[in-house]
């Protein structure tokens, strides 16, 4: 699953078929990335959860009915973003100044930050490209501007991804919206990590049976 926030609104939520549609992309060949779609597998688990508890037998059973569906070897393990997401990450209070951030993307050497409000819920993403613009169009006004709230800044929306979004889907997203990273946002919208291009080819490195493609 995958959402797009507008300042901190959810303007989207629903499956990586229906986030082509309204960017209007073409939607990945459905030879590399099945199931169509991404609610079974959990849907599959909740079923099972509420009649079975908390059954080992019955999660593996769902796993593999997820693998077959994904035209999967049954003997891989299937990997979610919060298997290599980034947990521990920096992130910026919505009544942090622009300054903060700035100073904050160059203290810890990253090219983003979540911007969130109480409780850790996602409002959006700064990013020194960002600061920069806004620097520019009022060059006479630098100190005013770098003194501004994020809350008082209309950013872009931001595409997040649900915890147990298949990973595969998570990199074609990132691939065909040019996108270097993407908050994971679970569903009550509070950030609980950042997967980003270097934690895929991580992944990649260091799980020999991750499968990207099926």
Request: net charge negative.
């Amino acid at each position: 699953m995958f959402a797009i926030y507008n300042n901190g609104s959810v303007g989207f939520r629903s499956t990586a078929d229906n986030l082509y549609q309204i960017k209007n992309l073409d939607a990945p060949s459905a030879a590399f990335l099945k199931p169509d779609d991404d609610t079974l597998f959990q849907d599959y688990l909740n079923k099972e959860k509420k009649k079975n508890g908390e059954n080992p037998a019955v999660k593996e059973q769902a796993v593999n009915a997820y693998k077959q569906m994904a035209n999967l070897d049954i003997s891989e393990a299937v990997y979610h973003v919060e298997d290599i997401m980034t947990r521990d990450i920096f992130y910026l209070d919505h009544e942090a100044s622009i300054k903060d951030a700035y100073d904050m993307l160059k203290e810890k050497k990253v090219s983003q930050i979540p911007i969130v409000s109480f409780g850790k819920k996602i409002i959006g993403l700064i990013s020194k490209k960002i600061i920069l613009n806004l620097l520019i169009d009022d060059l006479d006004n630098s100190r005013a501007i770098l003194n501004r709230k994020l809350k008082d800044l209309s950013l872009s929306e931001v595409i997040t991804a649900d915890p147990i979004a298949d990973i595969r889907r998570v990199c074609q997203v990132m691939i065909d919206l040019k996108l270097d990273a993407m908050p994971v946002v679970n569903q009550e919208d509070i950030v609980v990590g950042m997967v980003s291009k270097t934690d895929i080819i991580k992944a990649v490195s260091h799980l020999p049976k991750l499968q990207l493609w099926s």
